[in-house]
């Protein structure tokens, strides 16, 4: 596994990165120095290990999990995010997400046992375009999501 990752200090051109979490991965400001990337993995990495260094960063499509994530507002700095896939993220609240103002797809894989999200503050995603559930969040999209200008896919 990798542990050291400041080899990609200066990356300009690299334009997919895939970091899976690993317990021994706690370094990430080399991450500062990656130009624009197409596709950033950063499933199992804490939040809060990666969250500084993308602020600012042009990121099109960014897939996270298995962390708690306070609320999408979290994730505003990242520039031109078109595409975030969430699996298994235990958000406190999904408010904030207006502030994603190029996010056209979200993915939310909640934990099998998470029922009860408001799913509400998602109406406010200027130009999202598709929304995809896990299937324990079904009745609360129905419910809170009813007439969304927006298509609704369950997985």
Request: a negative charge; glycine letters at 8%; one cysteine or more.
């Amino acid at each position: 596994a990798i542990t050291d990752v400041s080899f990609l200090t200066n990356c300009k051109n690299v334009r997919e990165l895939v970091l899976i979490g690993d317990d021994r991965l706690e370094d990430l400001t080399a991450l500062a120095g990656v130009g624009e990337l197409q596709y950033l993995h950063l499933e199992g990495v804490e939040p809060e290990l990666f969250l500084p260094y993308l602020n600012g960063k042009t990121i099109h499509q960014l897939k996270i999990g298995w962390h708690p994530l306070s609320s999408l507002a979290e994730l505003a700095g990242i520039a031109e995010l078109q595409e975030l896939i969430c699996n298994g993220v235990d958000f406190d609240s999904l408010e904030g997400g207006e502030r994603l103002n190029a996010l056209e797809s979200l993915s939310i894989k909640a934990a099998d046992d998470q029922t009860d999200m408001d799913l509400t503050p998602l109406l406010n995603l200027p130009k999202l375009k598709t929304l995809t559930l896990s299937e324990n969040l079904r009745q609360a999209a129905e419910t809170e999501l009813a007439g969304a200008p927006f298509e609704i896919k369950y997985e």
